[in-house]
Antibody, heavy 116, light 108 residues
């Protein structure tokens, strides 16, 4: 069974940084692209970033380009999202998802709140 | 960037009735269209991909159709567990994989 468990969310001040993690199990992590999608409170879904199975290619939404960095550690079956220069409009639940561009399985999400 | 527009925003349906949800793309996305279901407090889950192919484990009452710019998700006979928000997503011009704003299916 595919399981994706996000962690690392919390309250951070504007301009601060946070690193999200997504621990994967139940599939061959190194063979799959991975994605991050976010959902602001009471709003719809917004694709954030993706990384291919090799880790060589990364992709970002314009809204986070230059501030967020996606990476993966296949030895730990873990996906990361380093978020810098956070803004209030980055406040959202961040979901890790298996595969890209089709999002075949999703984690339960971790809440990031950017506020002073 | 392709804009995805879903209608209606809210659909009120009685259990056992058919529900028809629409999704329109601002330009052709071929058949590269997916539907996701999100129940309150839960993560989304993939329902349909390739516009009409059901994901693993999805009940047969869910069906998708369309190509190009016009797509439809049909739930043939609504069950209590189907009341949720449904999102379409295009992945033809990717990145980004743009989502529609969602359609909430509520109990009438």
């Amino acid at each position: 069974e595919v399981q994706l468990l996000e962690s690392g969310g919390g309250l951070v001040q504007p301009g601060g940084s946070l690193r999200l993690s997504c621990a994967a199990s139940g599939f061959t992590f190194s063979s799959h692209a991975m994605s991050w999608v976010r959902q602001a409170p009471g709003k719809g879904l917004e694709w954030v970033s993706a990384i291919d199975d090799s880790g060589a290619a990364t992709y970002y939404a314009d809204s986070v380009k230059g501030r967020f960095t996606i990476s993966r550690d296949d030895s730990k079956n873990t996906l990361y999202l380093q978020m810098n220069t956070l803004r209030a409009d980055d406040t959202a639940v961040y979901y890790c998802a298996k595969d890209s561009p089709l999002l075949t399985h999703w984690g339960q999400g971790t809440l990031v709140t950017v506020s002073s | 960037e392709i804009v995805m527009t879903q209608s209606p925003a809210t659909l009120s349906v009685s259990p056992g009735e058919r529900a028809t949800l629409s999704c329109r793309a601002s330009q052709s996305v071929s058949s590269n269209l997916a539907w996701y279901q999100q129940k309150p407090g839960q993560a989304p889950r993939l329902l349909i991909y390739g516009a009409s192919t059901g994901a693993t484990g999805i009940p047969a009452r869910f069906s998708g159709s369309g190509s190009g710019t016009e797509f439809t998700l049909t739930i043939s006979s609504l069950q209590s567990e189907d009341f949720a928000v449904y999102y379409c997503q295009q992945y033809n011009n990717w990145p980004p994989g743009t989502f529609g704003q969602g359609t909430k299916v509520e109990i009438k």
